[in-house]
């Protein structure tokens, strides 16, 4: 994109950082060729400092910045948009999942202790293979692999409040990063009687599935993979958002949940992220708000410190 040949250049974006400063750094290296130096430049002398607490470095970079860097809130450009309640909801897993958590969180452990913090690309990826079935096991046992028969505590709590939900005539979206998840939650809602629309990646006919939730009153129920339908569309004919499983990243949940909250809706939003109690989910959430800080830190607000890689080991440690 950078050898486009241009009289003006111009970055769109609702999340300029979404997981690190260098995403910044891209956007304006391209708007604004060479005003945040080199790349190394950049990572040695600006974004490093920052992400360690160094607030001189910050208001450095705010500065550099300022001139070149518009920010509206929709809150600011959106006055009539109705409230947005995010709702963090606690789930205990039953006593089957927690002995299979247990059991895949002593395995997770021993592979950091055995790394010794060690980069090497095979423990790493071990690691994060890991860290994948502890995140499968808070929201349904089912996702491991040679796992049948268990029942999901998450599931069936999030059934139930769907139920209530439907009943009293409200639409609502059904967000998972993963379409086997989506499965299992297909699966729940046909016991419950309930029917739904889908879509995800292997979905051709998007704005069939999309007119037909906003404007059929009978399809009330829609499942969406984080990925596709996480952005780039209206879905204000809803009023509650589901966010089953947690992800690393803020930006992508928060485009998500933006479906319904945005210009054109007339009522009270909700977000619904179910959290597994006593698990890896919770360490997740607090990683969530550390990025956002990081984030709301250069584009203003005050600044808190990004966790290093020693702090999320940490977190998983204990």
Same mark, same amino acid.
């Given at each position: 994109m950078c050898e486009l040949k241009a009289d003006a250049r111009?970055?769109? !974006?609702?999340?300029?950082?979404?997981?690190?400063? @260098?995403?910044?750094?891209?956007?304006?290296?391209?708007?604004?060729?060479?005003?945040?130096? !080199?790349?190394?430049?950049?990572?040695? =002398?600006?974004?490093?400092?920052?992400?360690?607490? @160094?607030?001189?470095?910050?208001? !450095?970079?705010?500065? =550099?910045?300022?001139?070149?860097?518009? =920010?509206?809130?929709?809150?600011?450009?959106?006055?009539?948009?109705?409230? =947005?309640?995010n709702i963090v909801r606690t789930v205990e897993l039953s006593e089957q999942e927690k002995t299979l958590y247990s059991a895949i969180l002593q395995k997770t452990r021993e592979s950091i202790e055995s790394d010794d913090g060690e980069k090497t690309t095979r423990g790493g990826l071990h690691v994060l293979e890991l860290l994948l079935r502890l995140r499968q096991a808070c929201c349904h046992p089912n996702l491991l692999p040679d796992t049948k028969g268990y029942e999901s505590a998450k599931?069936?709590?999030?059934?139930?409040?769907?139920?209530?939900?439907?009943?009293?005539?409200?639409?609502? +979206?059904?967000?998972?990063?993963?379409?086997?998840?989506?499965? +299992?939650?297909?699966?729940?809602?046909?016991?419950?009687?309930?029917?739904? +629309?889908?879509?995800?990646?292997?979905?051709?006919?998007?704005? @069939?599935?999309? @007119?037909?939730?906003?404007?059929?009153?009978?399809?009330r129920i829609l499942l969406m993979s984080l990925k596709a339908g996480g952005t780039g569309l209206n879905l204000t004919a809803a009023d509650h958002v589901f966010i089953m499983d947690p992800w690393w990243n803020p930006a992508a949940e928060e485009q998500a949940s933006n479906r319904a909250w945005r210009i054109g809706q007339d009522k009270p939003v909700f977000v619904h992220k179910l959290v597994a109690a006593g698990t890896i989910e919770e360490k997740i959430i607090l990683l969530q708000e550390s990025k956002q800080k990081l984030s709301d830190s250069v584009a203003g607000g005050d600044f808190a410190d990004a966790p290093t890689t020693k702090e999320i080991l940490e977190m998983l440690k204990n």
């Open positions: 111009f970055a769109l !974006s609702g999340t300029p950082v979404e997981n690190r400063l @260098d995403d910044l750094w891209a956007q304006m290296e391209f708007a604004n060729p060479g005003l945040l130096g !080199s790349r190394k430049y950049f990572n040695e =002398r600006v974004s490093s400092p920052i992400v360690k607490g @160094d607030d001189g470095a910050l208001e !450095s970079l705010r500065a =550099r910045i300022k001139p070149y860097f518009l =920010r509206r809130l929709k809150t600011e450009v959106a006055t009539d948009l109705p409230p =947005r309640t599931l069936n709590y999030a059934g139930e409040l769907i139920e209530t939900l439907i009943e009293n005539k409200h639409k609502i +979206l059904v967000f998972s990063q993963w379409t086997s998840y989506l499965d +299992l939650i297909e699966e729940k809602l046909r016991k419950l009687n309930l029917t739904n +629309l889908r879509l995800d990646g292997s979905t051709i006919n998007r704005q @069939d599935i999309v @007119d037909k939730f906003q404007n059929d009153p009978e399809h």
